[in-house]
């Protein structure tokens, strides 16, 4: 048996000489992780290339470059740097087909090699949801899938309902055609209330082909559920001899198409239709009571009930305004009740009935107009006539208006004004009008010639 620093010292030699014998003229490579559609780069280095060349070749063992010249014509593939201790080729588009073991040799003697591993990630495509084509009813299981096809590895899948993660029943990998990728199902099953209904389900495929980016799809849930119903007056509180209308809001999915209007203590039912509206044009006393409105959808039917009561007695509290207060009006008043919950809708001012004494006064402003009108035209007329026969003209002794004055004879015309001396002694027009030619002697101002 060797003593202990005699084995040491033999261990150590043999290293150094391990050293010393390595092979400067061996090439190397490093193994490439590259996405479909995406470039990779090969890089082959050698310490001492012995004076040969260097050269890469294909999985199927195709020379590529030797050296700086081309043997493949493939335009994917180009030369990046070549030297006497650097081969490095870059391959752009990358497919399926191109992964495998790439060979740079070095051709000496021996023939030196070293091994590249191209790994080609296969990008998993969108993902697509089943199952939610169709409504779900409420309290019933929803059951979705959730599928992506293309990705290499498989890809995983997550579910989200809104901001809470589900989780799946099961996951089925499957290989495609091509016999390089997979697809990969997911389902998912849980029960919805009407709260699901327009609630966003999202499925998301995760592969490290994406680089962290996220590839999901997002659908939108269709829940049917029961109907719900509560009657509405319009107005809010309506008098007595007003016009009312009930209201019957009816909520669900699908909506309810059928409404029937009904009166407690009635054998016929009011009204049966589509309309969910039901109308009094002339509310009076006789309209007090229960009316019950059945919504109904494919989903079931719901029942809504208001209670009428039309009285003599004001309901509404007493507006704080300064004015005298006049008589009072009957009102009605009315209470609600429902198979549903519901928040009263704001209060709506109510129309009163149109009043009498504002139709009075309209006819009587529209009398008082006409009478002022035709007053006006009477003083229109009778001025006009004034001005048209203010003066009269003597010809040859007789009178003459403005209206007969000749054309082509001369006349001599004279005004009868109150300044006519004499005037007012004369007994008739013809003498006024000779007094005053009279004691107007010489006055060319009062006269006037037509030719």
Not at 116 to 124: E, K, N, S
Not at 165 to 170: S, V
Not at 322 to 337: D, E, F, K, L, V
Request: with cysteine.
């Amino acid at each position: 048996m060797l003593p202990l620093g005699l084995l040491l010292l033999l261990v150590c030699c043999g290293a150094a000489r391990g050293n010393l014998s390595r092979d400067e003229s061996q090439p190397t490579t490093s193994d490439e992780t590259v996405v479909t559609g995406g470039t990779v780069v090969l890089k082959c280095q050698v310490e001492d290339p012995d004076d040969s060349s260097l050269q890469w070749s294909n999985p199927a063992q195709q020379t590529l470059y030797f050296g700086e010249k081309r043997a493949l014509r493939d335009n994917r593939i180009q030369l990046e740097k070549s030297t006497p201790n650097e081969l490095t080729i870059s391959i752009s588009d990358v497919v399926l087909s191109d992964e495998g073991e790439y060979t740079c040799s070095l051709f000496t003697m021996p023939v030196r090699t070293a091994k590249a591993l191209v790994t080609v990630l296969g990008v998993p495509q969108k993902p697509q949801i089943f199952g939610h084509e169709q409504p779900i009813d409420e309290e019933k299981l929803a059951r979705l899938t959730c599928r992506s096809s293309g990705s290499k590895p498989a890809a995983q899948l997550r579910w989200r309902k809104g901001n809470k993660e589900l989780k799946d029943e099961g996951t089925e990998v499957v290989e495609d055609p091509n016999g390089k990728t997979f697809t990969v199902s997911s389902r998912v099953e849980f029960r919805v209330t009407k709260e699901d209904n327009e609630a966003e389900v999202t499925c998301t495929v995760d592969h490290e082909s994406l680089q962290n980016a996220e590839r999901s799809t997002t659908q939108k849930l269709q829940v049917h559920y029961k109907p719900t119903a509560k009657i509405e007056p319009h107005p809010q509180y309506p008098r007595e001899g007003e016009k009312l209308q009930l209201q019957c809001d009816g909520q669900g999915n699908p909506i309810p198409q059928e409404f029937l209007w009904e009166k407690e203590g009635s054998d016929a039912p009011l009204q049966l239709s589509s309309d969910s509206v039901l109308i009094f044009p002339f509310l009076n006393k006789s309209d007090s009571g229960t009316y019950v409105c059945t919504a109904t959808s494919s989903m079931g039917s719901v029942v809504a009930k208001y209670n009428l009561d039309v009285s003599d007695l004001p309901q509404l509290p007493t507006p704080h305004v300064h004015s005298t207060p006049g008589p009072s009006q009957p009102i009605s008043h009315a209470s609600m009740a429902t198979a549903s919950s519901f928040t009263p809708a704001p209060i709506q001012d109510a129309s009163p009935v149109p009043s009498t004494s504002s139709t009075y006064h309209a006819v009587i402003g529209g009398v008082v107009a006409v009478i002022v009108f035709l007053l006006l035209s009477l003083l229109i007329v009778l001025g006009h006539y004034l001005i048209r026969h203010k003066g009269m003209c003597i010809r040859h002794g007789e009178t003459v208006t403005s209206r007969q004055r000749p054309k082509a004879a001369e006349v001599m015309c004279t005004y009868l004004t109150h300044e006519a001396k004499g005037s007012d002694d004369a007994p008739d027009a013809d003498t006024a009008i000779i007094n005053a030619e009279g004691g107007q002697a010489g006055g060319d101002d009062k006269k006037e010639y037509f030719i």
